[in-house]
């Protein structure tokens, strides 16, 4: 019934850390004991079922329930590392954020009600809970609707650490003044293809659908959630962010974040010739792997863990956005709180012949204001 106040890592210790997030992660959480009369809301598969994208809406959707029922708390579970959650609980690495880390048997133990998602979209039977007791919210709840109405809360709660701001504007601010102008707008362009280019797809794909093949379709299956993305979705893009006057006087400058190095040269094969491009690996070292043959145990396996948490602090640092068909970019663009930002997504979001794109309505995923 009492708690003491944990002091967050420096980004150096975390650099240097060979601990498993979770175990970073609760340095940086309250140690915190509920009376029988707390009560509480979890998703037990955080840090377990998704990756960093993934993880922020659950985490969202987690805020927005405790706000619309006062007293009751958010509880993240800390599950037993065993190598093989791919990413954990990234998000406590990510996010200055302070919340209660609980063994997760002892959630499973004292939870009074467990709702599951019914689907990849928004789930609007969510707001009939009554969010009276101990409850467990299962799902990938991926969709802006889940937390749309209490957006303030969430992004007061969901602030980048602030080491991770400073680094990421250093880097803004140096593509800034290599090209001879503080007054450039920097857009963010996320570019993901290795888990959808056709001849990577089984490999990665693989575990996931034995666990769900409603969701992710037959083993060996060639089809992927999303489609690839091609040059013809960033030339349209590029061209409806320079439309408007959006980017001022001077022309845009694109700060391209790509997953891979593979990523990195298709991109500089591939990119429009008249646009103004640079590259963050070129500022912050691509230390990703993507190793052939890897499975899902071990796909997208770093070789340092702040790689994707600077990227993505990176990407919410800029002036506006392209995004990619992944969670991990729209988390990009909605982390910037900059009131002006101009931010593209790719539709459809999910590939039609895919099952999850007959099964899914993404009408709702996106904020208003951002451009389809």
């Given at each position: 019934?009492?708690g003491?106040?944990?002091?967050?890592?420096?980004?150096?210790?975390?650099?240097?850390?060979?601990?498993s997030?979770?175990?970073?992660a609760?340095?940086?959480?309250?140690?915190?004991?509920?009376?029988?009369?707390?009560?509480?809301?979890?998703?037990?598969?955080?840090?377990?079922?998704?990756?960093?994208?993934n993880?922020?809406?659950?985490?969202?959707?987690?805020?927005a329930?405790?706000?619309r029922?006062?007293?009751m708390?958010?509880?993240?579970?800390?599950?037993?590392?065993?190598?093989?959650?791919?990413?954990?609980?990234?998000?406590?690495?990510?996010?200055?954020?302070?919340?209660?880390?609980?063994?997760v048997?002892?959630?499973?133990?004292?939870?009074?009600?467990?709702?599951?998602?019914?689907?990849?979209?928004?789930?609007?039977?969510?707001?009939?809970?009554?969010?009276?007791?101990?409850?467990?919210?299962?799902?990938?709840?991926?969709s802006?609707?889940?937390?749309?109405?209490?957006?303030?809360?969430?992004?007061?709660?969901?602030?980048?650490?602030?080491?991770?701001?400073?680094?990421?504007?250093?880097?803004?601010?140096?593509?800034?003044?290599?090209?001879?102008?503080q007054?450039?707008?920097?857009?963010?362009?996320?570019?993901?293809?290795?888990?959808?280019?056709?001849s990577?797809?089984?490999?990665?794909?693989?575990?996931?659908?034995?666990?769900?093949?409603?969701?992710?379709?037959?083993?060996?299956?060639?089809?992927?959630?999303?489609?690839?993305?091609?040059?013809?979705?960033?030339?349209?893009a590029?061209?409806?962010?320079?439309?408007?006057?959006?980017?001022?006087?001077?022309?845009?400058?694109?700060?391209?974040?790509?997953?891979?190095?593979?990523?990195?040269?298709?991109?500089?094969?591939?990119?429009p010739?008249?646009?103004?491009?640079?590259?963050?690996?070129?500022?912050?070292p691509?230390m990703?792997?993507?190793?052939?043959?890897?499975?899902?145990?071990?796909?997208?396996k770093?070789?340092?863990?702040?790689?994707?948490?600077?990227?993505?602090?990176?990407?919410?640092?800029?002036?506006?956005h392209?995004v990619?068909?992944?969670?991990?970019?729209?988390?990009?663009?909605?982390?910037?709180?900059?009131?002006?930002?101009?931010?593209?997504?790719?539709?459809?979001?999910?590939?039609?012949?895919?099952?999850?794109?007959?099964?899914?309505?993404?009408?709702?995923?996106?904020?208003?204001?951002?451009?389809?």
């Amino acid at each position: 019934e009492s708690g003491s106040s944990g002091v967050c890592p420096s980004l150096e210790l975390l650099e240097r850390s060979s601990e498993s997030s979770v175990a970073v992660a609760s340095s940086c959480t309250r140690a915190s004991f509920f009376r029988d009369q707390d009560k509480w809301v979890t998703n037990s598969r955080l840090g377990v079922s998704g990756m960093m994208g993934n993880q922020l809406f659950q985490l969202a959707a987690l805020i927005a329930f405790a706000h619309r029922h006062p007293g009751m708390q958010v509880v993240i579970p800390d599950i037993p590392w065993s190598g093989r959650e791919q990413e954990r609980l990234r998000v406590f690495e990510l996010l200055a954020i302070d919340l209660p880390l609980m063994p997760v048997r002892y959630l499973q133990v004292r939870v009074q009600s467990t709702w599951v998602e019914r689907h990849f979209h928004y789930d609007e039977q969510l707001e009939e809970m009554e969010g009276d007791v101990n409850t467990d919210l299962l799902g990938r709840f991926q969709s802006h609707a889940y937390f749309a109405d209490c957006e303030e809360e969430v992004r007061s709660r969901m602030q980048i650490r602030p080491e991770l701001r400073r680094r990421a504007a250093a880097v803004v601010s140096r593509v800034r003044t290599e090209l001879g102008s503080q007054l450039a707008k920097v857009v963010s362009l996320h570019v993901r293809r290795g888990d959808n280019v056709p001849s990577e797809r089984p490999k990665i794909y693989d575990g996931w659908r034995r666990e769900a093949p409603e969701l992710y379709g037959q083993v060996g299956d060639s089809i992927a959630p999303h489609l690839l993305m091609d040059s013809r979705y960033i030339q349209r893009a590029t061209a409806e962010m320079e439309e408007g006057g959006w980017c001022g006087s001077e022309p845009c400058v694109y700060l391209v974040f790509a997953d891979t190095p593979a990523d990195v040269e298709w991109c500089r094969q591939n990119l429009p010739a008249h646009v103004r491009v640079k590259f963050y690996s070129d500022y912050v070292p691509l230390m990703a792997t993507w190793e052939k043959g890897a499975g899902v145990k071990d796909h997208g396996k770093r070789a340092a863990p702040l790689t994707d948490i600077l990227d993505l602090a990176g990407i919410a640092a800029c002036d506006g956005h392209i995004v990619s068909t992944s969670t991990f970019s729209w988390w990009g663009a909605w982390l910037n709180d900059k009131p002006d930002k101009k931010v593209i997504v790719p539709t459809p979001w999910f590939n039609p012949q895919h099952p999850m794109g007959q099964q899914s309505d993404t009408s709702t995923m996106h904020p208003r204001g951002w451009t389809e």
